[in-house]
């Protein structure tokens, strides 16, 4: 979990969440930030698709694949859902994640007020094609209105004078909490 205190840097050590969705830097006891749930959510994903992409037959056997970080899609996965999988692989592979995302500048590009800027939102796969900065953001805020429990909360735009999500109000009227901290 980030703190206000980490903003985009990576500062948990804790050995902490659920076995089978933890990045290789927390089982390794290294230094990690908020990239650790996005390869969670990629775990989450594949398992939805298909199976889990490191199966093993105890914690220990997992740990290790998921430190070698080569996940293993099954055959009818790879056939039928291509997209997904295309998708998720270089999310799940421990040295395109790790290059990607496990720095305090790709931290920062997480923490995107705007889903064009942000690595994983824009990414085509969510669109079945390319889409232009507003296109991006115009999606993005339509998944909002149409499946946020309050659609109130949900922003009426982006505003390009803010720089992060840190900055965006995620709730209006009455008090203001940090969407990236909530």
Request: hydrophobic fraction near 35%; include cysteine.
């Amino acid at each position: 979990m980030i703190t206000p205190e980490c903003g985009a840097t990576a500062c948990n050590t804790k050995m902490q969440g659920t076995p089978l969705q933890m990045a290789p830097a927390i089982i390794e006891n290294r230094s990690y930030g908020l990239e650790v749930d996005w390869w969670a959510w990629g775990t989450h994903a594949a398992e939805l698709c298909s199976s889990h992409p490191f199966p093993g037959e105890s914690i220990k056997e997992v740990f290790d694949k998921i430190k070698k970080g080569k996940p293993r899609f099954n055959p009818y996965s790879r056939k039928r859902r291509t997209n997904l999988v295309e998708f998720l692989e270089p999310l799940m592979t421990k040295s395109t994640f790790e290059d990607q995302f496990s720095n305090d500048e790709a931290r920062a590009t997480l923490m995107s007020q705007h889903p064009a800027d942000h690595p994983i939102l824009s990414n085509e796969f969510w669109f079945g094609g390319p889409r232009d900065r507003d296109g991006v953001a115009a999606y993005w805020l339509d998944i909002c209105k149409t499946y946020a429990a309050d659609p109130s909360l949900c922003p009426s735009s982006y505003d390009q004078s803010q720089s992060s999500v840190a900055d965006q109000p995620l709730c209006r009227g009455g008090d203001t909490v940090n969407a990236a901290y909530a």
